[in-house]
Nanobody
Framework: QVRLVESGGGLVQAGGSLRLSCVVS????????MGWFRQAPGKEREFVGT????????LYTDSVKGRFTIWRDNAKNTVYLQMNSLKPDDTAVYYC?????????????????WGQGTQVTVSL
């Protein structure tokens, strides 16, 4: 089966940075578009960004543009989310997800596999 494992979350002060990693097993990473989502307590899961199978295309939600960057290393079966200039509003559990489809999607229902999540907490 396909398995996704996130890591790299933690507690940081506003303005700080974190880098999240997601390691994919069970299938070649290049088979999937990879997305990052986040979910705060009591809120719906929110799209953060996605990177295409080859890494040639990316999409980001407006609130993270210019601060977050997604890239992938298919040889290592790993996708990354670099988060800079973190804000308290970025506090959430962050999930990576894999999509076997043809197009890039921004909604959770379009993704086929999910990791367990990693907590990111940004303090004032």
């Amino acid at each position: 089966q396909v398995r996704l494992v996130e890591s790299g979350g933690g507690l940081v002060q506003a303005g700080g940075s974190l880098r999240l990693s997601c390691v994919v097993s069970g299938r070649t990473l290049s088979s999937y578009h990879m997305g990052w989502f986040r979910q705060a307590p009591g809120k719906e899961r929110e799209f953060v960004g996605t990177v295409s199978k080859s890494g040639g295309s990316t999409l980001y939600t407006d609130s993270v543009k210019g601060r977050f960057t997604i890239w992938r290393d298919n040889a290592k079966n790993t996708v990354y989310l670099q988060m800079n200039s973190l804000k308290p509003d970025d506090t959430a559990v962050y999930y990576c997800a894999a999509d076997v489809g043809i197009l890039l999607y921004t909604t959770p229902d379009r993704y086929d596999y999910w990791g367990q999540g990693t907590q990111v907490t940004v303090s004032l």
